[in-house]
C-alpha cells in the first residue's frame, strides 16, 4: 500500500488546537463521531488492554456545567498566564484562545472525555501504562477529525476538578479521566504548521551527549 505523502505530512503538520475557529453552530452528528472513534481504538495500548471507554456530551445542561467545573479548575493557571506572558507572543496568543475556550466550552456542539479503566495508585498501575494506553488513540480521533473537517483541542485543565466531574457524569470510580475534548467543524480547514525547531537541534545518536548531525 503506498500512501499519498503529501496528504499524510499535511495531516500531521496542521493538525492544531483549535478553538477560536470552533464552529459553535453546525451540529456534529453522531455518525461522523463514531467513525472517528472507530479509527481511534486501532491506536496501540500497553498489554493490548483497550480499556479505553468514551463519553460524548451532548446534553446542553451537563455542557454548561462541564464547561463551569473546566473554568473553576483552570482558573488560577489562566489568570496567572494572562498576567504573565507577553499577549504579543505565540504563547500569549495560546492563552488569548484558551480563554476564549474557557468562556465558550460549554456551547461546543460536542465534549468528548476519553475514559481509561484504572487508577493510579492502584497495585500494577503506572502513569506511563495509563494514560500511554489512552493518548495516542486521542491524538488519532483528532486526527480523523481533522481529515473529515472537524476540530478539537485536547485539554487536560478540568482534570483539577476530576472527582466533580464523575460525579456529574456517573464515571465510575475506578475510571480515569485523560482529557476533555471539545469537538466541532473548523471555520475554514486551512490550518499552517506550527513553528518548531529543527528536530536534529533536539535528537542524539547513541549517547545524550552526542547531538545528531543531519546528513
Ligand atoms: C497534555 C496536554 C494538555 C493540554 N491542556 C490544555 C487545556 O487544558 N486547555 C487548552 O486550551 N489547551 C490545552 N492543551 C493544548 C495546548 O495548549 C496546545 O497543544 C499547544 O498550545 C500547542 O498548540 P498546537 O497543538 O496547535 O500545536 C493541552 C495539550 C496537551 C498535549
Known amino acids: 500500500m503506498e500512501f499519498d505523502l503529501s496528504q499524510t505530512d499535511a495531516l500531521l503538520s496542521t493538525t492544531r488546537a483549535v478553538r ?12 461522523i463521531l463514531l467513525e472517528c472513534l472507530q479509527l481511534a481504538v486501532q491506536a496501540p495500548t500497553g498489554s493490548n488492554r ?5 463519553l460524548v456530551i451532548r446534553d446542553p445542561e451537563k455542557k454548561e456545567a462541564l464547561a463551569d467545573i ?16 507577553d499577549p504579543n507572543t505565540q504563547t500569549g496568543r495560546v492563552i488569548d484562545s484558551a480563554n476564549y475556550l474557557a468562556e465558550n466550552m460549554g456551547r461546543v456542539p460536542v465534549l468528548v472525555i476519553p475514559l481509561i479503566i484504572g487508577r493510579l495508585g492502584q497495585p500494577g498501575v503506572s502513569a506511563p501504562g495509563l494514560f500511554g494506553s489512552i493518548i495516542p488513540a486521542v491524538w488519532s480521533f483528532q486526527l480523523a477529525l481533522r481529515s473529515r473537517g472537524l476540530g478539537s483541542c485536547l485539554t487536560t485543565l478540568h482534570l483539577g476538578l476530576e472527582e466533580e466531574a464523575a460525579e456529574l457524569l456517573n464515571i465510575p470510580d475506578h475510571m480515569t479521566q485523560a482529557a ?19 528536530v ?4 542524539y545518536l547513541d549517547t545524550y551527549k552526542n547531538p545528531i548531525r543531519p546528513s
Not at 50 to 54: F, S, T
Not at 74 to 79: I, M, R, T, V, W
Not at 180 to 198: E, H, I, N, Q, S
Open 20 to 31: 477560536k475557529r470552533l464552529d459553535l453552530d453546525r451540529e456534529v452528528p453522531d455518525e
Open 50 to 54: 483497550q480499556g479505553w471507554r468514551w
Open 70 to 85: 473546566y473554568r473553576r479548575a483552570g482558573a488560577d493557571y489562566l489568570s496567572s498566564q494572562e498576567r504573565e506572558v
Open 180 to 198: 476533555l475534548l471539545p469537538v466541532a467543524w473548523t471555520k475554514g480547514t486551512d490550518f499552517k504548521p506550527a513553528v518548531r525547531p529543527p
Open 200 to 203: 536534529h537541534e533536539i535528537t
